[in-house]
C-alpha cells in the first residue's frame, strides 16, 4: 500500500537559517505529492504541490522537487521566519486513473524557529 | 466563501456521555473527510463520505464511533459512550475529490475534544 516516511521531529532553527525536511514515499505508479502545513491552533492547509516526476511546487518561499527515482518530495527553505514555525505534513495521493480522493499522511515535522 | 466549519471548537465532557461533532463542508464540495489526531498517533483518517455516501469507515476506531451525512451541507460524528482514551482534535475536511487537478482538502479549525 501507499506509505509516506517523514523526518522525525521537532526541529528547531535560528532565523535565517536554511531548512530541510526530508519525505519519502512508497506507491505505486505515479501519486500526486503535496505538503500541508498546521500552525498552532488551526487545521492543516495545503502548502505546495506537484503532481508528475521533475515538478517543482513552491510557495511561500517554500519549494519541493518530486524526485520519481529517489521517491523522495525534500522540503526546503533558504531562510526561515519565526513565523514558518508549524507542522509540516507531507502527503500523497494515487494517480488520477487509480482514484485519488484519498490521502495519505505522514507524522508530521514540528519546526520551531527561535529569532 | 467561508471555509470547512465545525463546532464546536472546544469540548469537555465525562466519560460515558455522548458526544456529537458537526461539520459544514465547503459549498459544492462532493467529498468529505473526518480525521483525529493525537500525539500518539499522528493523524488519522476515520471515514469519507462522497456525494453523502460514506465510502470508507475502516478507519473508525470501535462501534462506539459513527457519522452521518443527512445532506450535502452537514456532517456529525458521535461517539457514545465516550472514553478518555478518545480525547483528541477532530478535524473535518472537504474536496472535489475527483473532479480538482490536484485533489486539494481543505481543513476545517478542529475540535478539540477532552473526556474526563
Known amino acids: 500500500g501507499n506509505s509516506v516516511t517523514q523526518m522525525e521531529g521537532p526541529v528547531t532553527l535560528s532565523e535565517e537559517a536554511f531548512l530541510t525536511i526530508n519525505c519519502t514515499y512508497t506507491a505505486t505508479g505515479y501519486p500526486s505529492l503535496f505538503w500541508y502545513v498546521q500552525y498552532p491552533g488551526e487545521g492543516l492547509q495545503l502548502l505546495l504541490k506537484a503532481t508528475k516526476a521533475d515538478d517543482k511546487g513552491s510557495n511561500k518561499g517554500f519549494e519541493a522537487t518530486y524526485r520519481k527515482e529517489t521517491t523522495s518530495f525534500h522540503l526546503e527553505k533558504g531562510s526561515v521566519q519565526v513565523s514558518d514555525s508549524a507542522v509540516y505534513f507531507c502527503?500523497?495521493?494515487?494517480?488520477?486513473?487509480?482514484?485519488?480522493?484519498?490521502?495519505?499522511f505522514g507524522t508530521g515535522t514540528r519546526l520551531t524557529i527561535i529569532p | 466563501d467561508a471555509g470547512v466549519i465545525q463546532s464546536p471548537r472546544h469540548e469537555v465532557t465525562e466519560m460515558g456521555q455522548e458526544v456529537t461533532l458537526r461539520c459544514k463542508p465547503i459549498s459544492g464540495h462532493d467529498y468529505l473527510f473526518w480525521y483525529r489526531q493525537t500525539m500518539m498517533r499522528g493523524l488519522e483518517l476515520l471515514i469519507y463520505f462522497n456525494n453523502n455516501v460514506p465510502i470508507d469507515d475502516s478507519g473508525m476506531p470501535e462501534d462506539r464511533f459513527s457519522a452521518k451525512m443527512p445532506n450535502a451541507s452537514f456532517s456529525t460524528l458521535k461517539i457514545q459512550p465516550s472514553e478518555p482514551r478518545d480525547s483528541a482534535v477532530y478535524f473535518c475536511?472537504?474536496?472535489?475529490?475527483?473532479?480538482?487537478?490536484?485533489?486539494?482538502?481543505?481543513f476545517g479549525p478542529g475540535t478539540r475534544l477532552t473526556v474526563l
Open positions: 475536511a472537504s474536496s472535489l475529490g475527483l473532479r480538482s487537478p490536484y485533489n486539494e482538502q481543505f
Open positions: 502527503a500523497l495521493s494515487r494517480p488520477p486513473n487509480f482514484g485519488n480522493e484519498k490521502l495519505t
